[in-house]
């Protein structure tokens, strides 16, 4: 199986660069005979091309939730996508529709997906560092995408902590 791990983000922008942290350090975790790891600034229809051809990808990026604990990870289900719109500028669109439109044009993307969110806090300030609780959540996440690759992704709790 094809499989892309894809970890978006902006990497001076504080936390929001979680997600290209994560995908540096999967760097040597994956067999990349069989996996591709990736780290890429884009949105919207700019990951159709990075997503075309591939059977399974995780994609891994900064959330924002009401109410969300820093450093929290989630894992979620392509799903999510279809219920969240926001884009990245206003000319832009969002990843569920970009998703849904590479898909009524046929191109060959991914028949499965998985999505990882770790929740950050500060997405807004020049910084090549995550903050404290973000810096910790990026091995965990690591961890859990290995789990997820090797098929045994029930090692986590939905709160990211490691089950006995």
Do not use: W
């Not at 669109?93 to 990882?116: H, Q």
């Not at 929740?119 to 995408?145: G, K, L, Q, Y």
């Amino acid at each position: 199986m094809k499989t892309l791990v894809l970890g978006l983000g902006n990497p001076i922008l504080s936390d929001d660069g979680v997600g290209v942290r994560i995908a540096e350090r999967l760097q040597g975790k994956v067999d990349q005979r069989e996996v591709t790891v990736v780290e890429a600034s884009l949105a919207g229809l700019s990951i159709l091309d990075l997503l075309t051809g591939y059977d399974r990808a995780i994609i891994v990026d900064a959330i924002q939730t009401v109410g969300g604990k820093v450093g929290q990870v989630y894992r979620l289900s392509r799903d999510v996508l279809d219920t969240t719109r926001h884009a990245a500028s206003p000319h832009d669109i969002d990843a569920g529709t970009a998703l849904e439109l590479g898909s009524k044009l046929g191109l060959p993307l991914p028949t499965e997906m998985v999505i990882f969110g770790v929740e950050v806090a500060d997405v807004v300030t020049f910084s090549e560092e995550c903050t404290p609780e973000v810096r910790e959540a990026i091995p965990i996440c690591v961890d859990m995408i290995v789990q997820e690759l090797s098929g045994t992704p029930d090692a986590y709790g939905d709160d990211g902590a490691k089950r006995d």
